[in-house]
């Protein structure tokens, strides 16, 4: 199938073939672990947060007067003896490549690896006008050969194996030989393209970096061909995105180490070439591309995207990319990167099917060597598609009965009765197998125990009233102090007994805890779904309800809600700076209940070991690990002052909830759901905690419905359970 039909195809549709396509999706998954073993391996000997915060410091000094910058360089440029263009879009960049080769009568181009050659979709634009485009990247070639686009940035055909490159390079060579013999296949490769370079009137590449220093290109490969592409044909363009400009050398050697590290777990690649001007007798024409760049760059929002150095590490780390692939999660650019540039480039209509994919686990943010936040910016972009075509049906019903508070009680309160009797009291839900044959209920619940409403929700429990200040029954700081706790809607009504074992643990303390009965929902639901007006709401509501309570902590068991109004919050009130100032003050109060018992509480270590060092695996909460920094807090809380034994797991990676994702997209939550349970099962343990409730249900529904052994705790349970089977009846001061 051909890139324009493949694009052709609705988003549905390719969707839908991705999820059946098993072989390249053992590929990516064997890929993806490959390379996060690699990664951490070569950054070893290398500081990452110093070099990202240098290399984004150069960025961002380029982004705040990027016209200044382009000017510096193309006086430098052209003093080396290059002509500088410089386009307004993607036509623009295909007319001017196309004018260079008329001028010097080119009817063979060959292309070293350019990402903005695609983005402009140049090589349909020049065989349209009898120009012929050759790619002599290996993986490039291969794509042009299956009359695909590249699904990855660095790495183009990472979607299909060595026996499909091989069946390829025997079509296009007829040679004869065996789809393991990767050699032979290589060699058959180059032989091929290298004949081109011979014949070329002109060599095209991209930039790895322009640098305004002294108007050098830097290009960064791991095949000769680059190499080839610029010093062989008499004619070399550079097509390349004005934001490839960085300020010095000393900028360009602390990219360079991390590129390669991040690209392709490398300390370096094989070549690294710095052109300053054409060779003699040749000519060296450098075309600088806007295509919605400066657009960007005047949008707080999307500007630190222009930071990137298309290293696809956040693709690498993308647990939706490893079910579906480039091709889906993406248009041209693929990856998170993808999902938020793509806008710029092609309009925000190719964008609205890949970004609702994202399961916001801010993996992306992690690994990125320049630190851009993607998972917000990824989120700004699907408000933008809520607002011009709408939020699906189903997800906006869901927000719209979110706003009301009344009126959601009262609906989970009856939905909760009916569920009731269908599981006979029961906290699931098991569909038959006869209903599975109905689609819907195929996708929803055949792999999965669906939860019911609780009988009684956490506010009509006893543990939710107020009880003042009692002497402690465990040493600690908390003491006399007063704590709101914030529960988290869907804690509340489906799963109390987590906010029961959070409330009962803290009283322990001997402070005053406090359940604010008008709390509701910290708006992460309606932000998750788009919707950031009704984000705002809740989050209003919820600010009002606890800056009322006075409290000197303020605790949740629920790490999104935390994340939310420490992190989240600031940002959806961007445009009232003065609830973004109450926002900062009671995010200085709001901490997790494993952070507070891990550290604020000071506890005294070992006051709940009873000495029978459990095996415990855990599951990291994907924004507890990643947004908040807290992977440390609940092996601290487990190991210091209950003495288990934590059974880490072989990857770290998101369960595969995502928030209305799971319901949105219950296939790809199945897959990146039993790629964890995958992972948790060769630890060997049977206990998993974690501190978030969506991650406990997604978990529990899984393992529940195959029938396992494992039990999925909130920390809070495994904690409360601890302390009630002490010996005595009170736990060790």
Known sequence: MTAEARDSQPFAQR?????????????????QRAWAR????????????????????????????????????????????????????????????????????????????????????LNAFLGEHDVTAVESDLGEWLVQLAGERPSHMVLPFIHKDRRQAAALVRTATGGSFEGDDVPAVVHRARDAIREHFWTAGAGLTGANALVAEDGSVVLVTNEGNADLTVTVPPVHIVLAGIEKIIPSLMDAATQLRLLARSATAQRITVYTTFIRKPAPEHQLHIVLVDNGRRTMAADSRYRDALRCIRCGACADACPPY???????????????????????????????????????????????PVDIPLPQQILDRRAEVAAAQGAPVSLRAMIELWKHPAVLDRAIRSAGRIAGVVSRG????????????????????????????????????????????????????????????????????????????????????GAEVVFPRHQH??????????????????????????ESTGADFIVSGAGSCVAMLTYDATHVLESDPAWQRRAERLARRMVSFTHLLAYDAELVPG??????????????????????????????LLTGYLGCEI????????????????????????????????????????????????CIAHLRSMIRKQGGSERVLHIAEFVWARISSLPSSTPRA
């Open 15 to 31: 969707y839908a073939a991705a999820l059946r396509d098993r072989r390249q999706q053992g590929n990516l998954l064997q890929f």
């Open 38 to 121: 690699d990664r951490d391996a070569a950054f070893a000997d290398q500081d990452f947060s110093v070099l990202r915060e240098r290399l984004k410091a150069a960025k961002n000094a380029v982004l705040r007067d990027l016209d200044q910058w382009l000017d510096r360089y193309q006086v430098a440029a052209e003093a080396n003896g290059a002509i500088v263009h410089r386009v307004r879009d993607a036509r623009e960049a295909c007319e001017r490549v196309l004018a260079i080769c008329a001028q010097e009568h080119v009817s063979t181009l060959v292309k070293s690896k350019s990402m903005v050659s695609e983005e402009v979709e």
């Open 322 to 368: 490893q079910v579906v692939g480039g091709h889906v999660f993406g248009h041209i650019y693929s990856g998170a990167i993808g999902l938020v540039v793509t806008p710029a480039h092609h309009g925000l209509a190719a964008d609205a099917g890949p970004q609702s994919l994202c399961i916001s686990c801010n993996a992306c943010q992690t690994v990125c």
């Open 426 to 509: 029961g906290q699931w839900i098991d569909v038959p197998s006869s209903l599975t044959s109905i689609p819907f209920l195929a996708q929803q619940a055949s792999w999965r125990s669906l939860p019911t409403p609780a009988s009684r929700p956490f506010r009509d429990r006893p543990e939710a009233r107020t009880v003042p200040a009692s002497k402690p029954q465990v040493k600690s700081v908390l003491a006399g102090k007063r704590i709101a706790f914030f529960a988290q809607c869907l804690t509340d009504r489906f799963w109390p007994e987590q906010a029961v074992a959070v409330a009962s643990t803290l009283r322990l303390f």
């Open 521 to 546: 929902c910290c708006g992460l639901p309606a932000l998750d779904a788009g919707d950031k007006a009704a984000a705002r709401q809740m989050l209003q509501q919820t600010i009002e309800v606890l």
């Open 607 to 636: 006051c709940w070991d009873d000495g029978q060092r459990q095996p415990v695996v855990v599951h990291d909460f994907c924004q507890a690990r990643y947004v908040l920094k807290d992977a440390e807090a609940p092996r601290r």
């Open 647 to 694: 059974l880490e797991l072989s990857e770290i990676m998101c369960c595969g909830f995502g928030g209305s994702r799971s319901g949105l997209y219950p296939d790809l939550a199945k897959a990146i759901g039993a790629r964890k349970l995958e992972s948790i099962r060769q630890t060997g343990g049977t206990t998993v905690v974690t501190d978030n409730p969506g």
